[in-house]
Every structure is written in C-alpha cells, then in structure tokens.
C-alpha cells in the first residue's frame, strides 16, 4: 500500500512527542582527522567485511581500520557517489563519470579496477548494487550489470532514471513519469504505476511483512523543503533510518513512527546526511556533507552534555512528575521534547529531595522548592545536602548543619564549617543520621540531636573525603579514598576490651574499619540484579568486597559526582555531563576481527599470505595490522609474541604496529592477537618468516676464520710467553711495593680510630659527671627514675638536678643533635644552669629559662641573617617549693605530665585531654611552644605554671626520644598519646617497677619493629 507524503509528515512531527528513547554515544570525523588537505565532503559509505570503514569522496575512497586513515584514487576531478560490496567481499565503487572494483594485492593494499575499458560513460554513478554477485550500476540514462568484471547488459529508460534500490532479492528502479520498474532477467518490468509515484521522486522503499512503503517528497507540501529527504535504510531491528539533506537523520519504527531524531545539536557532524550504512556491531554510520558521523545506535549507554542542553559539573538527577531534573554548577536543567532545558534556577545546585509531592533542592544560596514551573527560596544559606528523616528536615552544607520540624523551625544546629558535606544517610538500625564531608571526617546525629564528630586523626591517618553509602542488606557503610570503611561502634568495642577499661569512653570510642582493597570508592548502587561501585571514577562490579571489571569500567566519565538508580536505569552525574545506562537495552554485539593490513621489510611490502626468507640487509621487519572496534572511540590493545625471540605474550600496546630491527639468522612465527574494551579477545594472526645471514655468519666464513685463527693464534702464543714472562716480574715488584704501602696505612688508620674511640669515651665519663649524680636525686625524692639512654656514645639529652634546703630544681633537656655535637651543646647548657641557679641564685623556672636562653644566644652568636642553623634545646624545668609544697613548672617545647588522684585538680591544671586509669588521672601541662634558643625577632618570656602537691602526685618530664621511636610490628612511631597510656597504666606501682616497666617497653618495641634507635631518650620522673 502507498504511503503519501501527508503520512510522512504526520510521523515527522507527530512522533517526536513520544520524547528520545536515549541519546547514543557520538562520534564525528573530519577532515582535520582524515587529513586537512582532503575535502570535507562525503558522499557514501560502506563498511567491509574486516569492519573496515570506506568513505567515497573527492578523488577516490577514505579507508578507515578504527587506527589510520589510508586513501585509494580513482579518477581525478571525480568524486565516489556510491560503494556496495558483494557476499565475497568484492567492493565496487560508482563515481561522477567512472565505476569499477577496488581490488587487494597480496601485500595487502588495494587499488581502483575501472571498468571504462569495457564501455564509456560520462554521467555520475548514483547507486551501485550487488545481487548474486552481480553488480548493478545506475545512472541518470542507463543501467549497466556486470559480472565478473564484464558487462552482462545494460537498460535505458523511456524517459530518465531518477534513484534505484535494493529491497530484499529485487532490484526497484524509478522512471520519470512512468513509476517504479523492477530489474528481471536483464529487462525493466513495471512494478508500481502509481500516479504520486510517477510524479514525485521517491528517495527511500522499505519492505515489511510482503508490503512496501514509499518516501516521496511532495511537490505541493508546504513542507517541500523542510526535510529534503535524500534517501533511507532498513535497520537490524527492524525501524528505519531516514538521511535528509537539512535535517539530519530520523530513526523510524515499523508504524512509521519517530523514535529520535539526530542533528548536529545532538551530536552529528553536519545537518546534509547523503549516505548511510549499519556496521556488522549495529551501529550507524553516516556520509555527511562536513566528514563521518559514527552513532552508537546498538548501545545501552546515553550521552547527556551540552549538545543536549545539559551544562555544567552535573551533581544529581531525579524524576519528578514524569520528567528528569539535572542539578548542575549552572542551575537546575528538566527534560524537554528533544533536549534538556533550562528551569529559571541559575544558582549552583548540589541535590534534589522529593518529599510528599515536592520537589525540593540544595543550592549555594539555600533550599529551594519548585512551585507553579519556578524555584523559590525556602530556607537561606549555603547547603550541599538535604533530607527529610522521621518529621525534620536535614540542611547540610559549608555552614554547618541545620534541623528544622516540617514549618522549618530550627530544632538544633551544628556550627561548625564543614567545608563541603557529601551525602546525608540515615542509618535505620540505630536511628542515627550521618553526614559525610570533603575534607573534615563525618558528623553523627543521634535520636536526641546530639552531634558527634569523627574526624580522620582519629583513625591513624587520613581517609580524605568521607561518603555514607548503603551497603550490602541496607547496612551503613562508607566511601572513602581507601576504600570502603566500616564503621565499629561502641557496643562492639566494648566487646573486645578487657573489663577495667569498659567504662572509659576513650577507649570504647567507635572507629573505622577497612572493608575492601585500599582503592577510591565513591559510590554504589544496583543495576541489572549485580551490585555496582564506582570506583576512581571507573565503573566496576562488586562482589562480596571484592572489585570485579565490568562491561563498564573502560568508560571514561571525568569525575564521577552522584549515581542515581531512575526506573532501573542508572543516572551517572559527572563532571563532563550526564551518562545514563540504559537496563532494557541489547546486549552489544560485537564482530571482533584481527587482520594484517601491511608488511615491510625495509621500504619492500611482502605477500600477506605466506612468509619468505629476508635477507639480512633488509632486516627491518614492520607489522600493521588492525582490529577495527568503534563502541565510545574506545582504544584497542594488541599483544604480540615472535617465536624464536621471546616466548611469552607482550604487555599489551594501542599502536596497531610494531617493529623489529636487526633479528638473528632464524626462522621465527610472530603471533598478534587484540584485546578491546568489552574484554573480547580477536582471532590469533599467525605469519611465518625467515632472516638468512649475514655473509660473514655462513659455513664457508665460519672456516676461514678457523683457519685464520690457528695461524694467528701460534705466532702469538709465542710473542706473548716471552712479555707474560717479563711482566710477570715487574708486577712482583710491584705487588711488594703496594703490599708495604698497605701495611703502613692500615697501622695510622688503627692508631686514629683508636684515639677518637678513646676521646669520645671520655667525653662520654666528662658528661656523665656534669649531671647530677644519684645522690641528689634521692634528696629531692626517693621514688624517682631518670631512663637515660643515648643514641651514640654521648648524647644531646642531659637531666641535671639542684638541691638545698628550701627548693629542689630539676631539668629534663633535648639539645639540638645528637652524638658529639648534642653532648657538646648538654655540656653548654649544664655550665650555664649552674651559673644561673648555684651561682646566681635565681629559683623561678620562668627566669632561669629567660637567662639560660639569652646564654645560649649570645654564646652561639646566633643572628638571623641568611639560613643559619638555630641551635639551642627543649627543655622542661620544674622548681619545688619545699616550704609551700607547691611545684612551678616552665617549658620551652617539652610539658610536663602530671598524675595526680585528684580529679578536680587534674581537670583544673592540665590543658590538654585528661586520661584516667584506676585512681590516678593524667594532665598534659603544656610548654610554650618556642626552644631556648634564636626563635623570633623579639622574643617573648616564657610562662610559668604553678601546682599545689598532695601525697602520691606523679610528674615526669622527657625529650622526644621515646614518643618518635619507630619500632612495633607496623614500624611506626610510639606516639605520644601510647606514651602517656604507659605513665598512667603503671601509676600505681613504685618508681624502681616504673622504670623496669618503661625499659622492656621501649626495648621490646625496638624488637618487635626490628629497629634500631634514632634519638637519644631521656625521661625523669618524680613521685611526691
């Protein structure tokens, strides 16, 4: 039945408000790809059997293998209108005034056959057509068929041929005036008379169920040349692909229906379409008038970026009433007919909340809800997240965090920054919300809206941006750049404490607990019955914890904000557009095939089919071949092995050549096989070769050189007895004369490193006895310990100690380095303590460090002029009062910790976190945060503290040495907080049991790390 113009046109305009199924991957080339100097124009299109891509143009045909561009001729100041290939691969070309066969040499090039030595023909090919292995050539005055490369016969019309097609077995040919013709048996029999069809041309004939269907343009339309349809093409699903000269291309159902519509606002190169052809993987390519289009029309992937109306870093999609929401850096974008278009809302919009009917979103500016087609401002401020949970709405973004009941009254508020938050989740199972930030940890929100942050330090190292995600059975688990992370909670680690620590909250404090390999994991979601991960931007399967690849991880998205799971289709929000993967789509379906294109040796081309021997002054092998795969302009990777060079298959390469130089004499078997990015592997090419040798490697020069040898070898096995024999003598000599040397140097290196042993060992007793001797100690207190232990021989840590009936001075000090130059500077800083407090009298710790300091300063000469090296210590000095019972302390980088089983009083004088243990309670007393030494242009004073004593107060102070010591099973620092656990959990045994306690510590952690000691180590501790 015919089908009119009218009807056309009503499937045109009328389809399109069924909206595009999806919006397929594109891809255009031009001739700033195929070359600049080619013209852009194409004018048809065909695919070979090796899905290879031939592109007629002007001057010959473009070939395309998904890696190069190669260019056969044919007659100049011509251009190739029409190609067709027959069952056996044969490719026949129709151009302006010339027609033939392009046809292969062994060495796998082709070349154009004109069949113009067998007639003459002037006019342009406008279709050519392969049925039986006949071919057909159509111009505007004849058909010509020909067979075997000769003519079988030719038609003429009565009037003038318009277009001709190949409708299943038929060849239909339209006459001006008279309709359509059927070629049969070498004659034009009528096929269809119909008054339109005689009248108007027809530009496309579709066969469906034994019916055909006519695309004409009629003349009297209004519409004559709106379209300006050029021709049409008969999918694998059964629709129809229709190319016009202004609007691109239609996709059309069996009912004649629009299903998309592709212009070059949607993605293809140019809006003149003149040819078209479905690739073996189903897809489309198109013959522009500005180069090739590829479409991914068989893809279960939709590309949404500018060309659809989407812009911007896109962060979430949503459905709402029917249609799609995009928030984005540049707004708030809703689906339209055809593309996405702008919503009024310009701000930066982080994501979207439908709640009772409403849709909700956040931007920089507050949350917004969309009322009467507009968003209007709800609540101020600047939010990343929104969430309604159980009657209260969650506001999460750079200010903090914001709850309100449903009228937006304020319940409770977390002020501090937050820099960026993520993802707000809410975890059923212990009714807790948690929101996750870029930068800063994660913000818990129990049922009482108390707020609890779990920033990174406490974890042992940073996990960078933290995400709450759902996990397996709907479990809270989060992404983080280490993957992901399980939170342990406080129930579960009370459960692995021993009983006395149960009942203190900083033991018990949940954590984070690796679940997956240490790799990015940014979200997750379900698609297709398989848990999925994004994973550093990739999409990859996940089971059970474990990463998998997937059809999708080869995808290259940009920065992947926010998947969102849309009627079983994922919504992928990225910083290059929207991606979405379509759950009802086929599966892709892929004709992977492995050819070789060329072989060189030097500049000769050999024979494809079988190898030959290479002389070895051509021995300069290279391979091309191709695998030509187009899905998303996705790169193929080759892996090679060459039998007789190396056994095992190659790391896997994209350059579709590979080059071998200056191989041995052999005879050697190259394998290549390709790899594309859906994990299909290609056929294994296999070609044979041999390289014969060079002259000077062949039997006969292997005997002269024998024979040359043997002679040469006599004369010289006699020149060279008498010279061995003479200079074996004078290297006796020698060797008594370099023997000697060595003995005499070997005794002064003895003798030296000796007397510097010796030195340093009585360094070492010097500075022992400038520090205070045991005696002293025991008169400041009899439970004492002082754990001294140096690096090197002498050490850069010194503890001294003054005594007399009203104040008992002690000092525990870390000098800058350590060995002889830190003994040297403990040995400075003695002297001057002596002088200031046995000499001087001076008591208060505050000014023996302000006169120790200006000491150093003006003994070291130090200025700030250039990078000098400010030498000095850290030191901490305490002073007790033994008339008031009272102990000042001043530090100069080193605190004091103090123990005491006054609760209160370690509240009141410690200024950092208090730890307690059984009855005692540890404060952290800190110093100022400067060294006795050259800081700052004007120096400040330092600080004093001052602390009432009771009986069985505990105070230590301590270099750095012990807390910096790496060592453990991991190798790592003892830290200071495993320090200050070690004081208090020995608190209440004697100072003597304290230090025996501290020294298997510190000895056992060097041991377990297999480490050797890097500081010196100086602790003192003095019970009251």
Same mark, same amino acid.
């Given at each position: 039945m015919l089908k009119t113009s009218l009807l056309l046109l009503l499937v045109f305009w009328g389809g399109l408000l069924f909206g595009q199924p999806n919006m397929p991957y594109f891809q255009n080339f031009t001739n700033k790809v195929y070359g600049k100097k080619s013209n852009p124009e194409i004018y048809s299109i065909l695919q070979d059997r090796e899905n290879r891509i031939l592109a007629g143009t002007s001057n010959g045909i473009k070939i395309y293998n998904g890696a190069s561009w190669d260019f056969v001729g044919v007659k100049e100041a011509s251009y190739v209108t029409a190609l067709t290939r027959s069952e056996k691969d044969?490719?026949?070309v129709g151009a302006l005034g010339d027609?033939?066969?392009?046809?292969?040499?062994?060495?796998?090039?082709?070349?154009?056959?004109?069949?113009?030595?067998?007639?003459?023909?002037?006019?342009?090919?406008?279709?050519?057509?392969?049925?039986?292995?006949?071919?057909?050539?159509?111009?505007?005055?004849? /058909?010509?068929?020909?067979?075997?490369?000769?003519?079988?016969?030719?038609?003429?019309?009565? *009037?003038?041929? #318009?277009?001709?097609?190949?409708?299943?077995?038929?060849?239909?040919?339209?006459?001006?005036?008279?309709?359509?013709?059927?070629?049969?048996?070498?004659?034009?029999?009528?096929?269809?008379?119909?008054?339109?069809?005689?009248?108007?041309?027809?530009?496309?004939?579709?066969?469906?169920k034994g019916k055909f269907t006519y695309l004409t343009q009629d003349q009297q339309s209004e519409h004559e040349y709106e379209h300006s349809i050029y021709g049409g093409l008969q999918l694998?699903?059964?629709?129809?692909?229709?190319?016009?000269?202004?609007?691109?291309?239609?996709?059309?159902?069996?009912n004649l229906k629009v299903q998309r519509h592709f212009t070059r606002l949607t993605g293809i190169s140019d809006n003149d379409v003149k040819n078209a052809v479905q690739g073996s993987d189903g897809?489309?390519?198109?013959? *522009?008038?500005?180069?090739?289009?590829?479409? =991914?029309?068989?893809?279960? /992937?939709?590309?949404?970026?500018?060309?659809?109306?989407?812009?911007?870093?896109?962060?979430?999609?949503?459905?709402?009433?029917?249609? /799609?929401?995009?928030?984005?850096?540049?707004?708030?974008?809703?689906?339209?007919?055809? @593309?996405?278009?702008?919503?009024?809302?310009?701000?930066?919009t982080w994501e979207f909340l439908v709640h009772q009917g409403k849709l909700y979103c956040a931007s920089s500016s507050g949350i917004y809800l969309l009322q009467n087609g507009e968003f209007r401002l709800l609540y101020p401020g600047n939010y990343n997240n929104l969430d309604f949970i159980q009657n209260r709405f969650y506001f999460a973004g750079p200010d903090g965090v914001r709850i309100t009941n449903p009228q937006l009254n304020l319940l409770s508020a977390f002020e501090m920054p937050l820099n960026r938050t993520l993802r707000i989740y809410h975890?059923?199972?212990?009714?807790?919300?948690?929101?996750?930030?870029?930068?800063?940890?994660?913000?818990?929100?129990?049922?009482?809206?108390?707020?609890?942050?779990?920033?990174?330090?406490e974890n042992g190292g940073s996990?960078?941006?933290?995400?709450?995600?759902?996990?397996?059975?709907?479990?809270?688990?989060?992404?983080?750049?280490?993957?992901?992370?399980?939170?342990?909670?406080?129930?579960?680690?009370?459960?692995?404490?021993?009983?006395?620590?149960k009942n203190n909250p900083l033991f018990y404090r949940g954590c984070f607990e690796p679940r997956t390999q240490i790799e990015e994991i940014s979200e997750l979601f379900h698609f297709k019955g398989k848990r999925m991960a994004v994973v550093a931007n990739e999409i990859r399967e996940l089971k059970k914890f474990n990463i998998l690849n997937s059809k999708y991880n080869y995808l290259d998205f940009g920065r992947i904000n926010r998947v969102r799971t849309i009627s079983g289709n994922a919504y992928i929000c990225t910083s290059d557009g929207m991606i979405v993967m379509e759950k009802n789509a086929r599966p892709i379906q892929s004709d992977f095939k492995l050819s070789l294109s060329k072989i060189l040796a030097g500049e000769q081309h050999l024979d494809l089919e079988k190898g030959i021997n290479i002389s070895y002054s051509n021995n300069q092998l290279d391979f091309y071949f191709q695998a030509p795969f187009y899905l998303h302009g996705t790169k193929v990777n080759y892996r090679y092995q060459l039998e007789g060079e190396q056994d095992e298959w190659s790391a896997p390469i994209q350059d579709n050549h590979i080059n071998f130089s200056k191989l041995m004499e052999g005879d050697y078997t190259i394998r290549i096989r390709a790899e594309n990015s859906l994990n299909q592997h290609s056929n294994i090419l296999t070609y044979s070769f041999s390289i014969s040798p060079p002259w000077y490697r062949t039997w006969w020069a292997y005997a002269l050189y024998i024979s040359s040898i043997v002679v040469l070898f006599w004369f010289a096995l006699n020149i060279s007895k008498k010279r061995l024999k003479r200079r074996n003598e004078e290297l006796e000599n020698i060797v008594r004369e370099r023997t000697k040397e060595i003995a005499e140097q070997k005794e002064l290196i003895e003798?030296?490193?000796? =007397?510097?042993?010796?030195? @340093?060992?009585?360094?070492?007793?010097?500075?022992?006895?400038?520090?205070?001797?045991?005696?002293?100690?025991?008169?400041?207190?009899?439970? #004492?310990?002082?754990?001294?232990?140096?690096?090197? @021989?002498?050490?850069?840590d010194f503890y001294w100690a003054f005594q007399n009936e009203r104040y008992s001075i002690w000092v525990a000090a870390d000098c800058t380095g350590h060995g002889v130059p830190g003994a040297f500077m403990s040995m400075l800083g003695i002297g001057f303590l002596n002088e200031i407090v046995m000499e001087g009298g001076i008591h208060e710790p505050a000014e023996i460090l302000n006169l120790l300091r200006s000491k150093i300063v003006q003994a070291l000469e130090q200025r700030e002029e250039g990078n000098e090296r400010k030498d000095g210590m850290d030191i901490a000095l305490c002073c007790l009062d033994k008339r008031t019972n009272k102990l000042k302390y001043a530090g100069a980088?080193?605190?004091?910790?103090?123990?005491?089983?006054?609760?209160?009083?370690?509240?009141?004088?410690?200024?950092?976190?208090?730890?307690n243990h059984d009855n005692y309670y540890l404060s952290a007393i800190s110093a100022d945060k400067m060294p006795v030494g050259k800081y700052v242009d004007n120096e400040l004073p330092f600080t004093q503290k001052e602390i009432e004593l009771e009986e069985g107060d505990i105070c230590f102070t301590f270099s750095d040495g012990f807390p910096d010591q790496f060592g453990g099973y991991d190798g790592k620092k003892y830290m200071i907080k495993r320090f200050k656990r070690l004081l208090i959990k020995n608190a209440e045994l004697s100072m003597q049991e304290q230090y025996e306690q501290m020294e298997r510590t510190f000895d056992k952690w060097l041991a377990d790390g297999n480490a050797s000691q890097i500081d010196d180590v100086c602790v003192v501790g003095i019970k009251f």
């Open positions: 044969n490719i026949y027609f033939g066969e392009l046809r292969k040499k062994k060495n796998g090039s082709y070349y154009f056959k004109s069949f113009l030595d067998t007639i003459h023909l002037s006019e342009p090919v406008w279709r050519v057509y392969c049925l039986d292995e006949k071919v057909f050539f159509q111009t505007e005055s004849k /058909i010509y068929c020909f067979e075997n490369g000769k003519l079988k016969f030719q038609l003429a019309p009565e *009037t003038s041929f #318009h277009l001709s097609f190949k409708v299943g077995k038929k060849i239909l040919v339209r006459q001006r005036d008279k309709g359509i013709y059927e070629v049969r048996n070498g004659k034009l029999v009528p096929f269809n008379a119909s008054t339109r069809l005689k009248e108007y041309g027809v530009f496309a004939i579709f066969e469906h694998k699903d059964g629709n129809y692909l229709i190319y016009t000269l202004q609007d691109g291309v239609y996709i059309l159902d069996p897809n489309i390519w198109l013959a *522009t008038n500005n180069g090739i289009s590829f479409i =991914e029309y068989e893809s279960d /992937i939709s590309y949404y970026n500018e060309n659809q109306g989407v812009i911007g870093d896109i962060q979430d999609a949503i459905r709402f009433e029917g249609k /799609i929401y995009v928030a984005s850096s540049k707004g708030v974008f809703v689906q339209g007919d055809q @593309i996405f278009e702008a919503s009024g809302h310009h701000l930066p975890e059923k199972r212990y009714n807790e919300v948690w929101i996750g930030t870029s930068s800063l940890g994660v913000v818990r929100i129990n049922a009482q809206l108390q707020f609890d942050l779990f920033s990174d330090d996990l960078g941006w933290i995400k709450p995600l759902k996990g397996h059975n709907g479990r809270l688990i989060f992404g983080t750049m280490m993957g992901l992370q399980r939170f342990v909670y406080e129930d579960e680690m009370k459960k692995l404490l021993p009983d006395s620590l003798e030296k490193h000796l =007397e510097i042993t010796d030195s @340093i060992n009585y360094a070492e007793r010097i500075q022992a006895a400038m520090m205070t001797n045991r005696a002293q100690w025991e008169k400041i207190s009899p439970e #004492h310990l002082i754990f001294f232990r140096p690096r090197d @021989i002498v050490s850069g980088n080193n605190p004091l910790l103090f123990l005491t089983r006054n609760q209160e009083k370690a509240e009141a004088i410690g200024d950092r976190k208090m730890l």
